[in-house]
DNA sequence: CGCAAAATTGAACCCAATCAATGTTCGTGG
DNA sequence: CCACGAACATTGATTGGGTTCAATTTTGCG
């Protein structure tokens, strides 16, 4: 691993107060991963041999069934996944795959285990770590079962807006399907809600979207610290 | 609090390896309450004052969101709750109220944090105790979006059977509007499910339930322990 | 320019919620 | 001990959000 790449994941809260020894340990024998999108990286159902985390890209946490398939989680960098199965050794619940094209950072399991029993302070940035992430599923759980498909487009919008610069106006970052698939509805769906929202403030054309409205699309889409973060 | 209780919390795993004085520190401010049925513990948006520990009955995690109510968790003893919450000092993202007469340990918050912060042993119980609220979490969630309301109804009686015994014979525990609840579906919803098993193996009179055939129960609820736990 | 993938639009269908009416339990007080 | 009322439970009819299937249209790109 390069070392600009070595400090980056030194800098993590993560990682930042683990001594260093212990850092080293953990990360000689780490690996850098490149991925192209839509890429499975781990599947449920099997023990975890190493901790990822996202340093590039987005990933994608979902779960199938009997044919069926839900999105858990979409992640964004720097973010660590399936730090709770790593950590228990037990089974993954989730699958992952790449949305975009990624770099994932790869510790052996057994060697982050051994980490966190000896090394107090990783322990504690491991907790930090563990609860933010499983705040962001109850948010993402919220989000699905309290809105409807159309207010989480409208709410996304908000989001997005703000990230980009809040100037109103939108650009898809991705294809609509992956978003269609991140909001949790299907293709057709997005299309439909799309047309509905212009009756909430929003023009659409293509990947350009244009808030007209804030206040209407505000109080259609009800923006909440709760859910939103 | 009596003796006995104290010897109760210093079995639990999360507490069980911390030391002597830290744990008297943690527990001399500690309340064990007891709370009827349908009452109300913590609301969404406030910042936590005490880490919960259900001791005794059980306790529905929910969440609202613009007049609408999901439920995201039911806790069996002895679970904490609002983990997260505590350890990062932010608002909790759900509510929860007591399903059934409860008891609830409470430690202050604030303690919780210090020894946290102070004991090595505690800071890794709190990760193991919260690795695990992650992964029940994930699993309703899996349960509610990969499963239809029969199936999980199905599921949730092959679940009950092992629980009494595995006889083939299941005892209502509660009243059905609850277990409607803790499946997610309404009450009109679990009836009309209970009569849809006929076809698949259980005969159910009152709060009695029968299996008549697990073969067809089970072929029709798919239980597996990326699920079912 | 032409083709394949993505996106849109329409129709039918499904699961589950809601509303409304009726039947059943169960605890309580006469 | 029985009668009664209130909560619980069932049943039917309707509605709604969303998916699926199918048919076009648009987009992007070689």
Known sequence: MRLSEL??????????EVTEPQFEYLTEAALLQRFPARVDLI??????????IVVDGSVELFSTHEGRETTIDILQPITTFILAAVIRDEVYLK????????????????????????????????????????RSVVRALKNEKLRTSS????????KANDQQGGTGHVAL????????????????????NF????KHG??????????ENRAALVSYAHPTSLIDG
């Not at 207010?151 to 908000?158: G, P, Q, S, V």
């Open 7 to 16: 400090n980056l994941i030194r800098n993590l809260p993560l990682f930042h």
């Open 43 to 52: 599947s449920e159902g099997v023990l975890p041999d190493f901790l990822h």
């Open 95 to 134: 699958s992952a795959r790449s949305l975009t094209e990624t770099r994932i950072l790869m510790l052996p399991a057994e060697r982050v285990r051994e980490v966190f029993s000896r090394d107090a302070a990783f322990a504690r940035a491991v907790v930090n770590e563990l609860a933010m992430r499983y």
């Open 151 to 158: 207010e989480r487009l409208a709410a996304w919008i908000l």
């Open 173 to 192: 970052t991705c294809d609509k399907r992956t978003l269609a698939s991140q909001l949790g509805m299907t293709p057709e769906n997005l299309s439909r």
């Open 195 to 198: 047309s509905l929202l212009a």
């Open 202 to 211: 929003i023009r659409s054309n293509g990947r350009e979207i244009v808030i």
